[in-house]
């Protein structure tokens, strides 16, 4: 593996689970792995879970990790071509990336959209400038449209559940993704992420949402030729109650609209996530990527209750990461 | 060990200090202790020498060390339960402790009192907070009421100073608390901190200040039921000559009113310590946990003269810190 | 090695280098000799290439790195004797250099100047002042007059990109550092340690820049009486066109002027490094320090052309920085 951006970089996804969860067994195997090699980890915006879960994984490798809020302890970067850097960028992403890549055998990046202008967002210049210039693997840390080491947690959760449930031989979970309120706006990141994971995942998908709050299609199917053997297109549902019946997982979020791009289209506060709505469910997990707001998003009496499976998905976030970053090691 | 947030975690302070001290002599004897453990380093206020005091202990032990500023690298954190978390709060207390508690061994938190409304700092909020949703030990970097590790390396300082002198058998020293003039609001936590382990080593403890700067009595005396077989009741005087007579340590410090809760009721100079008042004493050595206002706390001839202790107990920090993490490994 | 701050606290530049060289071919060779050893690094400005490069070339060694950004994570330090502490800086410099060296066994400090007052930026007073009193061996990672690790790098580079040419016996190349425009007020910081490591390095040194950026002379010449054996003094030029005529190596960098200290006294464009430029030198590679404004100091033709020795220069950070630590660990 060369690089970590998407679903799209991962030859199997079910086989990829497996190993995270052998990870997850004997954490500490693979120390020698990244003996003498450097993570450096880059964030041009705030972060908890995925800086403290990517630094141990790595560590749990082997690896030495720097940690740098180029934003804060460094300065403000040009990404656009040919300009005449006389305003407040002190450098230019070229010279940003490649140096680092100098420093780091691998190199991660978290860039967040600014919500404005779509085509600038989804061209996510940041991440692929990284790519291009860095000379050394790089991995997502969540870019302005995907977020795949959360995505990869959620499948792991989502497996780990699933498989410990007494069940049907060949039934497949169903998963609800479901929108939810929110007093700012948010990126789609983490709905495009789990969406184009789940549609080739062995489960039955379905979103749900506020009319308007439509993903990126690109992201909620599998193109025609996709030839993944599996998965397929992500069901629409406007009414949430209907969506939820059956539900064997509730996956929580908001995002801004993707149509209207970067618009607040509801705050509908019967869309917050109840125990009144989770009894509609399959006796569902309920699950979130955090951070999470507390009786916006969803009720204390959820987040309080054994239905809630957002710590353990975040404790996930680590064999997420440090999957991805082995296979990476072995291949430098 | 499986908390530190008070000398009432400590079961034997006396015995404590002499592992410490050993500790101090081979400071790499238990590198095999912390291997493939991590301590978080969760700081919601600025620190110096707790970072990187507690960074070099847990180092020492091989342990790896991830820090986080929650307050500027993440976000701010909700800790009222209940509350519909529509402003600018992103993330629960419950999640955010959870969370990091999946990634770290042991946990470190710091978090300053807001000096408004005394029985809301007294409460410890963040910290109890922590200790109980993290579901890993957690050491207090200084709550809001008191800073154990500072206390720890304040009574490794005397004991070493206090033992390297040729003295009367069975004598204990005299230590002076002595509040002294500072510009700004500052909390109890390390004064209250100094009072509950001094009341209960084998010392005799006088508090100087001000009136109007009484310490809350459960810091400065033992309960009568008490039952540790030595310490006490630390005498108070509002006399600073009086008080310093005979004195062989001599820990200076502001605190704010506890009484008039978080009000400067005085910033009288003339408490501030010189080398007049220091020659009152029975040639003492000066203590501060810095950082101290030069010729405010005290005067420049007094911190640059042999008197001056405050390195040697800043480099304590370290053993105080080690000795703490240790045992916790120990029973992790 | 007790400290690194100037070509001056070097005893043979060019054995020097070569031991870098050696650095770079076996980077992990070294690895025992920093165990147990602490590299604190402390930021009073930001630093991108000079944290990462040194972070890394302290894990190389084996070295335990703490990173400090002291202005931001702490507060803010006094640094004049004799000052009565009633403002805003909460520690003085005395203490906080002291305990700074009760946690690690080598610091590295960067400070810049502030362009105000040119007898004071240039008495190095917190740099200096960590050498006096920190107890421990202190690194310059930029001072307010020199930046010796990228100068050290500067001639790694020279070196190898020199020597890998076929050239004729005894030959010495001709190295330009041009003055070139840019937005913002600059240190001298950069220029000052390239010339004063010129100056005693086997190359033909040239500056060339408008009339009024003269560099102190005590950087730009050796002392009559020097006694190294070689070098010089820079030779001046006011003719950027006539300077670059059989250059080897152009180093751009801007700087604000010494004379009319801190002012900005040209942002002429025609001194911006162009291809046309370019052509007037022996097939020059171009080298800056970074981070670097294209198209303000240089043109994109440039720093997209193979004539680029950017990135390798900063990737010879590392070396600079893995010798000068090892020689200090050697000597702990």
Not at 75 to 96: L, N, P, Q, R, Y
Request: charged share 25%.
């Amino acid at each position: 593996m060369k690089k970590f951006t998407s679903v799209r970089d991962v030859e199997n996804i079910n086989r990829l689970v497996k190993e995270a969860l052998i990870e997850k067994q004997f954490p500490f195997a693979n120390k020698e792995l990244g003996k003498n090699k450097t993570l450096g980890l880059i964030f041009l915006n705030p972060s908890l879970r995925t800086r403290l879960s990517t630094q141990r994984a790595a560590q749990n490798l082997g690896m030495d990790v720097i940690v740098m809020n180029l934003d804060k302890e460094g300065w403000s970067i040009e990404t656009k071509d040919g300009v005449v850097m006389d305003g407040s960028a002190a450098e230019h992403i070229k010279e940003a990336a490649a140096v680092i890549g100098q420093y780091c055998e691998i190199i991660g990046v978290r860039s967040f959209p600014k919500l404005l202008n779509r085509d600038e967002d989804y061209s996510n210049e940041v991440l692929n400038k990284f790519i291009q210039y860095a000379g050394v693997p790089v991995v997502s840390l969540e870019s302005a449209t995907l977020h795949p080491f959360q995505s990869l947690a959620d499948l792991i959760t989502i497996t780990e559940i699933w498989n410990s449930k007494p069940k049907t031989v060949n039934s497949k979970p169903k998963v609800v993704l479901t929108w939810a309120p929110h007093p700012k706006i948010l990126p789609q990141s983490v709905p495009n992420s789990f969406a184009e994971w789940m549609v080739r995942a062995d489960v039955d998908l379905v979103i749900t949402h506020p009319q308007g709050y439509e993903l990126d299609t690109r992201f909620t199917s599998l193109p025609p030729t996709g030839g993944e053997g599996r998965g397929g297109v992500a069901k629409i549902m406007y009414n949430q109650d209907e969506a939820f019946k059956g539900a064997d997982f509730i996956y929580a979020k908001n995002w801004s609209s993707y149509k209207e791009y970067g618009k607040i289209l509801s705050q509908d506060k019967n869309w917050m996530i109840t125990n009144k709505k989770m009894a509609l469910t399959n006796n569902a997990k309920f699950m979130h990527c955090l951070p999470v707001r507390r009786n916006m998003i969803v009720a204390d009496e959820v987040l309080d209750s054994p239905a809630s499976g957002v710590i353990r998905q975040a404790g996930n976030r680590i064999w997420s990461a440090q999957i991805i970053l082995k296979k990476i090691l072995e291949q430098l």
